[in-house]
């Protein structure tokens, strides 16, 4: 193949992965601001004043559910294209503005995807992808990681 064509196709193929990125990041900021042109910030102050008024605290009115972070994570993942770890994937969510309710970030995120094993596969020392997307190997190394260490549940990379 000539050289000057495989750049291209490489360069190709960064694109799409950022553009997926800038995507996920466009369906995430929809998803906790609504959508385009509308006003956002009496919203947020409701919900601040809601919290207040309870006596409870604004963290819990901003964090996702457990089941929408894993529909974002998998957004994430998706449009890295790679495994990512449970570290990557904190701060990529952080990145976008995502608030998780933990002190353990990492740990939590772990937990969730561990919980959605039918979703996201764990490439032991590679991180998290989704199962449609790990190869056969992957798939095989993850359930071999399970039989071998049971004991490593969420908190395994």
């Given at each position: 193949?000539?050289?000057?064509?495989?750049?291209?196709?490489?360069?190709?193929?960064?694109?799409?992965?950022?553009?997926?990125?800038?995507?996920?990041?466009?369906?995430?900021?929809?998803?906790?601001?609504?959508?385009?042109?509308?006003?956002?910030?009496?919203?947020v102050q409701e919900s601040l004043d809601a919290a207040n008024n309870e006596g409870g605290t604004n963290q819990a009115a901003r964090s996702p559910k457990p089941?929408?972070?894993?529909?974002?994570?998998?957004?994430?993942?998706?449009?890295?294209?790679?495994?990512?770890?449970?570290?990557?994937?904190?701060?990529?969510?952080?990145?976008?503005?995502?608030?998780?309710?933990?002190?353990?970030?990492?740990?939590?995120?772990?937990?969730?995807?561990?919980?959605?094993?039918?979703?996201?596969?764990?490439?032991?020392?590679?991180?998290?992808?989704?199962?449609?997307?790990?190869?056969?190997?992957?798939?095989?190394?993850?359930?071999l990681a399970a039989t071998e260490h049971p004991d490593e549940g969420p908190d395994s990379d």
């Open positions: 193949m000539d050289h000057a064509y495989a750049n291209a196709l490489k360069r190709k193929e960064e694109i799409e992965r950022e553009l997926a990125m800038v995507n996920s990041f466009l369906d995430l900021y929809r998803h906790f601001n609504g959508p385009e042109g509308e006003q956002t910030e009496p919203r089941s929408q972070i894993a529909d974002i994570v998998e957004r994430v993942i998706r449009g890295a294209g790679h495994p990512l770890t449970r570290s990557e994937i904190v701060s990529r969510l952080e990145s976008a503005g995502i608030h998780l309710n933990s002190e353990d970030k990492p740990r939590y995120v772990g937990t969730i995807l561990w919980r959605e094993k039918s979703r996201f596969t764990n490439i032991p020392g590679k991180g998290y992808i989704m199962a449609d997307m790990a190869t056969p190997y992957d798939a095989t190394s993850d359930m």
